[in-house]
């Protein structure tokens, strides 16, 4: 059975943007699919991690938009810990760019996530620009 988790804080930290979210398994056991969906109706990136009989969906609510924002100016690596493991989310930067891109004007993802999508990454400055 798949499986919704939802990051409850991030950081960038040491080069890195660090996802904090409480997983139902070890993240020994999950690979990332280097791939992002959108929950418009929940104002989340979502980020698939797979183990061996289901799928994980790791919601980045708007909360933390901010931080990505950065990560993405600043080119850092993203980093999703649960307890005292940590696994890196690969590509996760060129799946959020290429979202970005396809939001951005299309009304298709829904006109509140379009709006938010605008206001975080399209009009804010990064906060020491």
């Known amino acids: 059975?798949?499986?919704?988790?939802?990051?409850?804080?991030?950081?960038?930290?040491?080069?890195?943007?660090w996802l904090r979210a409480d997983?139902?398994?070890?993240?020994a056991d999950v690979a990332p699919k280097r791939h992002m969906l959108v929950d418009s109706d929940g104002l989340a990136f979502v980020y698939l991690l797979e183990t061996?009989?289901?799928?994980?969906?790791?919601a980045i609510p708007r909360q933390w938009?901010?931080?990505?924002?950065?990560?993405?100016?600043?080119?850092?690596?993203?980093?999703?810990?649960?307890?005292?493991?940590?696994?890196?989310?690969?590509?996760?930067d060129e799946e959020l760019a290429y979202l970005l891109d396809n939001i951005r004007g299309n009304a298709n993802y829904g006109e509140e996530l379009e709006?938010?999508?605008?206001?975080?990454?399209?009009?804010?400055?990064?906060?020491?620009?």
């Open 65 to 92: 938009w901010r931080e990505l924002k950065a990560m993405l100016a600043a080119k850092e690596p993203v980093w999703l810990q649960s307890g005292e493991e940590a696994v890196e989310l690969e590509q996760f």
């Open 1 to 17: 059975m798949n499986e919704k988790v939802t990051v409850h804080h991030a950081e960038r930290k040491a080069g890195r943007l």
């Open 115 to 129: 709006q938010a999508v605008q206001e975080v990454f399209f009009t804010e400055k990064i906060h020491g620009q």
């Open 23 to 27: 997983l139902p398994v070890s993240l």
């Open 52 to 58: 061996n009989d289901r799928f994980l969906y790791v």
